[in-house]
């Protein structure tokens, strides 16, 4: 039995998708098509009903997916016993938000590389809606967002919050210690419009009964770095990109009576019977997290 139409039999099971599976394993719609017929001639039973556009597994196909992630799954056991020592080459997707990129996700992903020379890393740097997206569809391997991911196929785990702060220009916001009111009198930067930074900073000025002056709703860490500069305003960040990047940036965390809640992170991911698990790249992962606070003076 050929184990390459097998995988992508796997995968068409697992994303309900021929096109998500094509893309998954790097080869054309037709190709991909080519191998669960391939398969379904060698098995003398269909293993996907074809019959209208819903995705559909019939009874056969239902029942040989089980012996499908079995068998990728020895598959990987025997080329680890028997093959050669030589770690094999293998590609990881990864998404996370600006959040994890500009805190702990670089020291981590540099111990991935010392630990497996052979690793290939593709990352994807977006918005927590879009990366949950692209890990259902099956785009990506892991996703570190601010919330997690749902499907078939799909684990989450919950890691270590990440503390926000308002941030401001060294020159402008010099004083030692504001009061929210006194923040709110500055424009005001923050995550795009309905994230949880969004969201927690408006239900804090509510709870305190304050009008801002304005607040301003942007994806990007790196512009509203640029606008804090600049003496656009005060922003709302994770505390540990605050403090990697005011070594290069005029800006300072700014010490507020009034405490903005803490992000939530959280990853998600898909187990691969054939290629290195997510679990094994992601063990230790935790830790990065935790200490992301103290990577800045141990550099």
Not at 219 to 247: C, D, N, W, Y
Request: aromatic fraction near 6%; charge should be positive.
């Amino acid at each position: 039995m050929n184990l390459r139409f097998v995988e992508a039999f796997y995968w068409v099971a697992t994303l309900k998708s021929v096109s998500r599976a094509a893309e998954k394993l790097f080869i054309t719609q037709s190709a991909m098509s080519a191998r669960v017929a391939a398969l379904e001639d060698e098995l003398g039973a269909l293993l996907l009903d074809r019959r209208d556009k819903t995705f559909r597994l019939t009874v056969a196909g239902s029942r040989f997916l089980v012996h499908a992630q079995k068998l990728l799954e020895l598959q990987r056991t025997a080329k680890a016993e028997v093959g050669s020592e030589l770690a094999p080459e293998m590609t990881v997707r990864l998404g996370a938000i600006e959040s994890v990129l500009h805190s702990w996700l670089i020291p981590w992903v540099e111990a991935l590389r010392q630990q497996y020379p052979s690793l290939e890393l593709e990352l994807t740097v977006e918005t927590t809606p879009v990366l949950i997206d692209q890990m259902r569809r099956g785009v990506l391997d892991i996703a570190f967002a601010a919330l997690p991911a749902s499907g078939d196929g799909i684990r989450t785990s919950t890691f270590p919050t990440m503390e926000m702060c308002f941030v401001g220009n060294r020159t402008i916001h010099a004083r030692r210690k504001y009061s929210l009111e006194e923040i709110a009198a500055f424009d005001l930067l923050t995550f795009q419009r309905g994230s949880q930074p969004h969201v927690g900073l408006l239900d804090l000025l509510r709870s305190k009964r304050i009008q801002p002056r304005k607040v301003h709703t942007i994806s990007s860490i790196s512009a509203m770095l640029q606008l804090v500069h600049g003496g656009f305003g005060v922003a709302t960040l994770p505390k540990a990109a605050v403090e990697r990047l005011s070594e290069t940036r005029h800006i300072r965390p700014l010490v507020c009576t009034s405490a903005l809640l803490p992000l939530p992170i959280h990853v998600s991911y898909r187990l691969d019977p054939v290629a290195l698990t997510a679990e094994q790249l992601l063990a230790g992962a935790a830790d990065y997290a935790g200490k992301k606070s103290s990577y800045r003076k141990n550099r």
